[in-house]
């Protein structure tokens, strides 16, 4: 799985409303997001087929991109090595990420909103 840099998250440190940012461990994102690049996870943004997301399955922080499938919801790994795991309701989702950046490239920056 591709999981997020420790410490776990304290929800409790931000508002719903604060963006916060995380760096990318694994490779289940690739080539889109690789290990070592930050994305900014917006907790309020909208929700829609196709949106890169921060969700918690099985007690672990992950991100996927999240696709609905038929009347249900995925999250789907964009490297093909990983499963595609499935959603019981969009309450497990955390946050849309809207932007990634390689530390101390600017120019490698890129916004998803």
């Keep these: 799985m591709n999981a997020l840099t420790e410490p776990v998250i304290d929800e409790s440190a931000c508002s719903g409303s604060e963006a916060f940012a995380l760096r990318v461990l694994g490779t289940s994102m ?30 672990e922080w992950i991100f996927r991109q999240l696709c609905q499938r038929g009347a249900g919801w995925t999250l789907h790994a964009l490297n093909p090595a990983f499963p595609d795991l499935p959603l019981a309701d969009l309450a497990a989702v955390r946050g849309v990420i809207i932007q990634k950046a390689l530390p101390g490239r600017r120019r490698a920056s890129k916004k998803y909103i």
């Excluded at 080539?31 to 949106?51: T, Y």
């Design 30 to 59: 690739e080539p889109e997001f690789n290990e070592g690049e930050i994305i900014v996870i917006e907790p309020d943004g909208r929700l829609q087929d196709g949106s890169y997301v921060l969700a918690q399955h099985e007690g």
